[in-house]
Each structure stands twice: as structure tokens, then as C-alpha cells.
């Protein structure tokens, strides 16, 4: 066993034996710090499609041993030709169970546990069992869900700095053909997902009436028929891009509209890529970006070296280049940012404490409109929201937020800025004076 | 998936509503001055081509480089490794693991919070309303009723859905026009052809902006971008026509083969 364990780990012990140029202060190298990589470091790796498959493999192989995946889709015969877990035979299964035991067969000691649902269905808690979440995502909404989630698990001191012990590290990967990227974020102290959203492209949407009336190309004949002709024919049907019938029926209707107007072009799979917003997936790109946020994993666990700062874009359409940009955070950010720490006593009704954000040094904040996880507890407009607020504003805040000892709220209205009103949003790390729970200033935190 | 930036507006012909690109346009105005305003803007309707200034690209990476290395500082004066972190969260899960933690709390996402804040800034005129079917906690999904008190549609009452993405306003609303209209720019099922819901949508635009469009719509219904055909072409080869099948249409009846409810 010792001879096959020294070989498997020849490359890694590389790095985590000795101590390199790039180590970071606290780096102490040795077996020990191979053992508690096997044995305490628990990596979520978030989708098991082209990304997960590889990031999966890679973490196991670089001495993690304790991995889960979470993945709600099942396996498609067109996902073969890089998700390369997957077999013939395993197509209609779960990509999450097969990918899981796919890596344990081939891997020993690895212990994988698949989760075959939906990121929304885990509870909070969940996402915090882990030590570092790996992302291998395709969509926005889904990378900014597990962002706020790793995020609220962040708290601050008195003094706005985050407390280590509560920073949940994330790798994030994305790849779009021969273009990827791969970045760190450590929330409270690289940009967040949400500090950076402006960096995403919109979205390429059509005009209808364009669709509607003067079609020029292949995707307005496809979109034509995903979105105006479906409704006018399956009226209470929602389309479903999962379903094979829906895109088959969709791609029929678009050749049809090609036909009409003389527009070459309509194909089945660039119905596909029009409909599901789906660009051809590159294996290799998959492969570098998986590598890069693999390593960055083991360099956040181990601090063998430092981590990148902060931002890798790759691309290799044309020969190669790639680059790491250091973005900023945004110390205003709503998802991350400390907010602004206010103490309060439990006795203050809501109106009191809004008169409290208008005196507030940091805030000067009026006509403010309050929220609290999800729960609106004051509306200025419109009137609808305002009548259905207002028997609030006699009540204690802290009653109204639950009683909890502290916890964040968020608060909108107008500000001063350079004698200019200016409206805003603001974050506020509210907490309670003499209830059970805060016993010092240091431990107010939440987010 | 990569950060090249926002992209250009594409020159695509038809109405637009268009906004100074840069800061963002503060709503609390009156909205006699904000109709003015949309109306020069919405020239539009009348097909005119202007460019949209153009975004500035980002350039604050490097100025950050020094504060980044400064909070890495701070983590690092701390003694313990991450790997020693997780070994003590580990022994602390063990020990946790029969405890039962506090209910897990929904977390708001950062699209709602932006929401919360145009909803709470809603400056709306009288011919506007605005409701929450879901109560006052679901501000994702409502609904709003505009009466035309100008043009063809005087005296109708139409009806929006709203659909908000957790993601907004990155991702414009999905609207929907629930009344069956004899419009040019909506489409028997409820499709509307407004240029800021599509392909003009950008953050700095908000709730309030997209009603505002949706009201101009009925003041200025505009052939030139027609998701209803024959509506399209009867305004403009025809106007007369146009208002009396928009006054058979409202007051229930039949134009051509189409059956419209009473909506006035």
C-alpha cells in the first residue's frame, strides 16, 4: 500500500513536502498536511456536466477525498463526446450518481456522494458542511444562487473585517467553446459573484416585431417559432427546451418560416444553441479551466502557494491567450459587503428606527423602505404596499424581524450625496443590546 | 460566460425608447415632466435611428491590487491554515450533527433587493395601477392595470403580468398582456413589442420605466412595428378605420374573425 500511495501522490507530495517560492506564511509542508487534505478537506463540486465530470476527476487525484456533487439533470446521448464519465448505457441516468461512481471505481479512497436534485431543494445548512464549493455551472442564475448562499454564510467584526472562520471559498469555472474562465472568489475579500455581474454579456434578444414581420436570419426563424408561434398554437403549454417532441416540433415550424422568407440555414442543433442558448462544448476548454480550478482548490486547502488574484480568462479560438485580471470588490455590494453595523434596542419600534436611519451618520438615509429576508416590513410606494406596511411601524423591530439577536436588513430611501439627493440601498447588520446570543460586539455579524 | 463587457446595441430598425446611457435617471420627478420627456425620446415610434452611447469599458482592475494584497495581510497574521480551519469545523460538525440548527432561512437574492427598491419607488400616474397578487412578499410576480387617458384606447382597461428573474435587472422583466387588445405592437397572445423589454433593456432602467413604455404604447400605437398585422396596416393606411375597430374591439365584439371581450 505505502509503495502505490507514494506513487500515486509522487506529484502532489511535490508540492505539499517542501516548501516552495510562492508558499503562504502559515504554510507548514509535511504528510500531516497530506493526511488532513484526505481527511478534513470537504469539497462541494457544483453541476456534473462537462465541467463537473473533469473537476471531479481532478480534485480526487489531487489528494481530496471527500467529495460531493449535486447535479439535477440526467444523462444525454449527445453529452458523451466530453462528459466522459458517461457511457452509452448509463444515458437517462443521473449525471450527479454515475459521475460519483464512475471517479470511486477508477479512484480508491475517494468517497463521492451524488446529490441528484436541484441546488435550490438542499436547505442553507447544507452548502455550509463544506470547506470550498467548486463551481462547474452553465447559467447565471444558478452561480449567483450558490453566491448569495456561500455568501450569507459570511460574517464581520466590529471593525467591517470579515471573520476568517466564515468565509466560504469559491472556484468558479465557465467555458463557452474555445473561450473560458476560471476565478477565485473569497468572499469579504475578492470580488464576489455579484460585485462583478456587469462583466456577463446580455443576452441577444430579437425585437418580436422583427421575428413578427421582417425575418433576415436562420435564429430570427427559430425564435419566431419558440416564442410567438408556440403560444398561438399550445396556448397554456409552456414550452419546455428539455423536452425532444417541443424542439422537434419548434425546429419544423422554424424550417417552415425559413422556407417562407428564402432563409438558408435552420438546423436541428442550431435550434438547439438558439432556444437553450447552448454554444458547442470544447472538451480540451473544459479540461484547462477544470485543471486551473482544481489547483486553485488545493491551493486554497493547503496554501501551498498563493491563489490566483483573481480573475483567469482563457482563450484559444485563435492560437492562445490567456490572462488574470484582479477585479475589485464592490464595497457597497448588497450580497457581500459588511453594511453598515448598527446596535439597537430591542424596545425601538420600526418607525423610531427609521427615524434613527435619517440621524445616522453613515446613512442620513430618509423615506427609507425596509426589508428582511424576504419579508417586507415597510413600503413607501405604492400606496397598495404603503396601506399594507403601515400597522408595522408601531411595532419593535425585533419583534418583527423574528426576534433574532441580529441579522442583516435591507433599507432603501434617499440620501445626501454633494447636496444632491440621490436614492440608495443599503445593507444594515442590525443587532440587539442585551439578547441572549450576542454576548460581545465581535460576533455581530451575518449576512 | 466571459467578462468582455457590456455589448453594443445592435442596429436593429424599428422603435426605440432611449435613455442617456451613463448615470442612473433618478425617478422621483413629476410625471408630467417624465411624459415629456418620453415623448421626445419616443420619437422612436416614428422610426427614428439613434445610436446609444457607448459604455466605457471597465478600467479599475489594477488601483485594487494594493488594498487585495492588504486584506490578504490581515488573513494571513492569522495562525491557522485553511486545512487546520477545516479540521476544526469538522470536529465542531461532528459534535453539531444531532443538534438541531435554526430554521433555514430564505436568503433574498440580490435581484430582489433591486426590486424592492423600484417598487418602493414607484411613481406612477393615475392611469396606472399596480397590484401584488401574492401578497406584499412576492414583488417577483405582479400585476399592472393601465386606462388610457389619451389616444384610441381611452376609457379601456388592460391588464400586465410581471415575471421579475432572480438575476434582474441584469435580465429585462417578462411582461405579458393579459387583455385580448387590437393593438399594433401586441399580438393576440399577449406578446408586446416594446424595444426596452428586449433587445434596448439595460440595468439603469427600472420598473417604473417599463410602465411608463407600456402606457406610451396605447398613446402612441406605431405601425412601423407591427406584431399585430392588420392592425398595423389599418393604422396606417387607414386611421378612421383604426379607431373604429379600436372601439369595437373595447367594447366587445368582433374585428374580422377575431371575438375581443368587453375591457372598458
Known sequence: MAETEASRSRDLDKLLLRRGNLVGPRFEPGTELRDDLQTYARVLVVGAGGLGCELLKDLALSGFRNLDVIDMDRIEVTNLNRQFLFRLEDVGKPKAEVAAKRVMERISGANIVPHFCRIEDKEIDFYNDFNIIALGLDSLEARSYINNVACSFLEYDSDDNPREETIKPMVDGGTEGFKGHARVILPGITPCFECTIWLFPPQVKFPLCTLAETPRTAAHCIEYA?????????????????????????????????????????????TQGVVKNIIPAIASTNAIISAACALETLKIATECSKTMSNYLTYN????????????????????????????????????????????????????????????NLYMQAPPVLEEMTRPNLSLPVFDLMGKLSKDVVHVNGMTSKNDQKVSCLRKLRLVFKGVDGVTDMDTAGGA | MMGEGLSEGKGERHGRVMFGGGKRKENNGDFEREKRELKSLLLLLLGFIAELPKPKPPT????????????FLCVFFSTRTMIKLFKVKEKQRELAENANGGAPIKKQSAGELRLHKDISELNLPKSCAIQFPNGKDDLMNF???????????????????????PIYP?????????TKVYHPNIDLEGNVCLNILREDWKPVLNINTVIYGLYHLFTEPNYEDPLNHDAAAVLRDNPKLFESN????????YVGQTFFARCM
Open chain 1, 226 to 270: 419558440h416564442l410567438i408561434k408556440w403560444n398561438e398554437v399550445h396556448g397554456g403549454t409552456a414550452f419546455d427546451p428539455d423536452n425532444p417532441k417541443h424542439m422537434k416540433w419548434v425546429y419544423d415550424e422554424a424550417v417552415k418560416r425559413a422556407e417562407l422568407f428564402g432563409i438558408p440555414g435552420v438546423t436541428y442543433s442550431l
Open chain 1, 316 to 375: 484559444g479560438s485563435e492560437g492562445l491567450h490567456t490572462k488574470v485580471a484582479e477585479f475589485e470588490r464592490d464595497k457597497d455590494c448588497l450580497v457581500c459587503g459588511p453594511g453598515v453595523l448598527i446596535e439597537l434596542d430591542p424596545s425601538i419600534t420600526l418607525q423610531k428606527f427609521m427615524d434613527l436611519l435619517e440621524e445616522h451618520p453613515k446613512l442620513r438615509l430618509s423615506k427609507a423602505s425596509v426589508t428582511h429576508q424576504g419579508k
Open chain 2, 60 to 71: 479599475k482592475l489594477c488601483s485594487s491590487i494594493i488594498i487585495i494584497s492588504l486584506s
Open chain 2, 143 to 165: 400585476e399592472v392595470t393601465i386606462r388610457p387617458d389619451d389616444g384610441y384606447y381611452l376609457g379601456g382597461t388592460f391588464l400586465f403580468s410581471f415575471n421579475v428573474s
Open chain 2, 170 to 178: 441584469h435580465e429585462a422583466p417578462k411582461v405579458k398582456c393579459k
Open chain 2, 246 to 253: 379600436v372601439r369595437r374591439a373595447m367594447a366587445g365584439g
